[in-house]
């Protein structure tokens, strides 16, 4: 044994994983966790975490940084500001995405959004690639290339005008995804539906952000992710389905498990925490709160919630999406836009944890092991960069937040360190704080004040792994012993 056997000590806290709770040291060495025990030896640096939850730094695997939308809107955050925030709400690793829009060359759009992340993030980040205009050259050549690189997620979009892909091309994509061991996520809502409400909305003149919700009818959710399940299974790849809203989602996604098939599925805070009568506010006050998919009811959220506890979904990740008030963002059309002319998108890189700790935790829904596990180590898991993130365990990277669990914050505008300037929650009290927020050893948020430098943050590249992996379950119609020999996957 070396004389000063750590580098850092995590001293009398309680340290909590996605499965257990119990009292112990953190000893660190080299930005990883190395020993995790009672009366470790002294550190060359000592945190004193008596009253404190040690828990593993979150993971945000859906968030929209420094990121053009397909409308030429740049939103709200750079990789700076975003992970500024991102840290100061006790996560230390990111999952955002570079952008593909029509036209766009998927090489350079990721050597692009790469350069960006290099000189502003302060937490770790990987990237989901969006894939808007699928052509021959992006689906055989590049991203095969990219995949292999370690970018291995793909995002596509059932709806938008400009983003959608259409049927046949979401099956090639499928299968591009398939012969690379890529997990595919997407956006899954009935474009035809949501694009038909809207114009019907607008022509009639219910214009107010409010109609936003109901321009997204519910169907529209269920309806695309049976659909997509359907082409999931004919081409036998493992998907996501991203921000599920609806209860009827909800029972799609575990029919679909139930019968087998590799689907994941992720929520986000505003599923759970707020309804379509948030967007209802005095003039365009609403375009706040305006996001794809809105916010529901009070019974889908106890729906998601239930899917949650079963773990029909896995994951709450913040689709963090930040436009600032102003005619760079939500009001780009004018001071008096309806509601098809403003981006979607709320932010919430920063509040996702310390609301779902105040749910979770505080008012003991679900509890800790749960929190930990949906906001950490599941994420990890299904994005394969665990056990190097996602846990306190040996070996892995030291990505620690240590929680007040009495503390009480009331959210405000003012506070918040991301670009929207505003937040969902301001207002709203919650109890328990992430005090103190390390990156790979390295402390990266004390008592509030940013400890970090911009381009601190390091790249994190993963293949697909087990959760990318075909299940090997072809149907009738793929299995050559079944369809008279013809071999299509
Ligand atoms: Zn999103």
Request: with cysteine; charged share 20%.
């Amino acid at each position: 044994m070396p004389q000063t056997q750590f580098d850092c000590v995590i001293r009398g806290g309680r340290v909590a994983t996605a499965v257990d709770e119990f009292d112990a040291d953190v000893g660190i060495n080299d930005g990883v966790i190395t020993a995790i025990g009672r009366k470790l030896d002294k550190g060359a640096t000592e945190i004193d975490a008596k009253g404190r939850l040690v828990l593993p730094g979150g993971i945000d695997a859906h968030a929209h940084i420094e990121q053009l939308s397909a409308a030429g809107i740049v939103n709200a955050d750079t990789f700076e500001s975003a992970t500024v925030a991102a840290a100061h709400g006790g996560t230390t690793s990111v999952i955002c995405f570079a952008a593909q829009h029509r036209g766009m060359n998927m090489i350079t759009v990721v050597s692009d959004y790469m350069a960006l992340a290099k000189k502003g993030a302060v937490i770790d980040y990987t990237f989901h690639l969006i894939i808007a205009d699928p052509t021959d050259v992006t689906l055989n050549e590049h991203v095969p290339a990219l995949v292999a690189q370690g970018h291995s997620t793909l995002k596509v979009f059932m709806t938008y005008d400009l983003l959608n892909v259409g049927d046949e091309k979401l099956l090639d994509i499928l299968l591009a995804a398939r012969q690379s061991k890529a997990l595919v996520c997407v956006h899954a809502e009935n474009h035809g539906m949501v694009s038909w409400m809207g114009k019907k909305l607008v022509e009639k003149g219910y214009l107010a952000p409010k109609y936003h919700t109901i321009s997204h009818p519910r169907g529209c959710e269920a309806e695309a992710f049976n659909r997509l399940i359907t082409f999931g299974e004919l081409i036998d790849q493992p998907i996501m389905i991203f921000h599920v809203s609806t209860a009827e989602g909800v029972a799609a996604i575990r029919a679909a498990r139930g019968r087998g098939l590799k689907v994941f599925a992720e929520t986000c805070p505003q599923y759970l925490f707020m309804t379509g009568k948030d967007v209802d506010k005095p003039g365009i006050e609403g375009a706040k709160w305006m996001c794809s998919p809105p916010p529901r009811t009070e019974a889908d959220q106890e729906a998601i919630w239930q899917g949650l506890a079963l773990g029909d979904l896995q994951l709450i990740s913040s689709d963090h999406a930040p436009y600032a008030f102003n005619d760079k963002g939500k009001l780009s059309a004018g001071p008096n836009p309806h509601f098809k002319q403003i981006a979607n998108g709320m932010p919430g890189i920063e509040s996702r944890l310390p609301v779902l700790f105040d749910a979770m935790v505080s008012k003991g829904r679900l509890g800790l092991q749960k929190f930990v596990e949906l906001t950490a180590t599941a994420p990890a898991k299904i994005y394969n960069l665990h056990p190097k993130k996602g846990s306190i365990s040996i070996g892995a990277d030291a990505d620690i937040a240590l929680w007040d669990p009495k503390r009480q914050v009331t959210f405000s505008d003012a506070m918040m360190h991301d670009g929207a300037g505003y937040t969902p929650y301001a207002g709203r009290t919650v109890t328990g704080w992430p005090m103190t927020v390390m990156r790979r050893g390295e402390v990266i948020v004390s008592d509030g004040k940013l400890a970090a430098k911009p381009g601190s943050g390091i790249w994190l590249p993963r293949p697909g792994g087990v959760p990318a992996t075909p299940l090997g379950r072809l149907t009738a119609d793929m299995d050559p012993a079944r369809n008279f020999g013809a071999k299509l996957l």
